[in-house]
């Protein structure tokens, strides 16, 4: 479903991204984890082209996202991403937010898309807030929408960009459960979080990160209980200190 290819990133001098390689498969749920500044979060913001990379290639779902002919609005439409701070339009009610860009990018007629948004915000457990505002929301039940408006757009993939890391932490769980459900239900997901907790137990895979590589690509079990790479051994051994 995503597919890097050699790919570097500089910012400056700063080399961000350096020779990845990787793939996401179909249906697949991977974990990017490594310490803070590791390359994370800017290798899952050039899948929908938040990032621009200076060499290498990536394909979505069998296209080339840097072809010359690419729509990149139609493009971005079709990829689920949701970012660490919920980004929901705070002048919008719940609703709206949800039913926003299947009307005005898919052209589906209000009354199919607020029956879609009902079923949706019913599947995170928001039922009762469709004429909230985001202001009226606690973080977690805003992060929540920010899914369920993702996911209105019918995508073949959902990013996560550390989606839990503005919030309290009691309200972690209420997201990570949603994202749990999306893995249970085939969603392909590459998600960039802290949560360990959530990638021994969802993840296919992990690809643990560090100066801008992919250093170790593994099963959660692998990963966790026997890491070949002294830098992962040393992030997990400082994780477990913590």
């Keep these: 479903m995503i597919k890097f290819s050699g790919v570097d990133k500089w910012y400056g001098e700063y080399h961000a991204l350096v020779d990845v390689s990787a793939e996401v498969r179909k249906g697949e749920v991977v974990v990017v984890c490594g310490p803070s500044g590791s390359g994370k979060s800017t290798l899952i913001r050039t ?14 779902d069998g296209q080339n ?12 439409s079709r ?7 919920f980004n929901l339009f705070p002048h919008l009610s719940v609703l709206e937010n949800i039913t926003l860009s ?34 009226q ?6 992060q929540r929408v920010a899914i369920a408006r993702a996911l209105a757009m019918d995508p073949p993939a959902m990013l996560f960009d550390e989606p839990t890391s503005a919030l309290d932490p009691e309200m972690v769980g209420e997201v990570l459960s949603v994202m749990k459900s999306l893995a249970q239900e085939g969603m ?55």
Excluded at 47 to 60: A, D, K, M, Y
Aim: proline letters at 3%; hydrophobic letters at 40%.
């Design 47 to 60: 899948v929908n082209r938040l990032e621009e990379i200076n060499r290498g290639q990536i394909f979505f």
């Design 65 to 76: 996202i840097h072809d010359k002919k690419l729509r990149i609005n139609a493009y971005r």
């Design 79 to 85: 990829i689920g991403f949701v970012f660490q701070q």
């Design 102 to 135: 299947p009307m005005s990018v898919n052209g589906l007629k209000r009354a199919e898309a607020e029956r879609k948004a009902a079923e949706l915000l019913s599947r995170v457990g928001l039922s009762s807030k469709a004429n909230a505002y985001p202001a």
């Design 137 to 142: 929301l606690s973080g977690g039940q805003q």
């Design 188 to 242: 392909t997901m590459m998600c960039v979080t802290h949560e360990m907790g959530f990638a021994r137990e969802v993840a296919d895979r992990v690809w643990f990160m560090d100066a801008g590589q992919i250093l170790e690509t593994a099963s959660p079990e692998e990963f966790f209980s026997r890491p070949k790479h002294a830098r992962a051994q040393r992030f997990l051994s400082d994780l477990r200190t913590h």
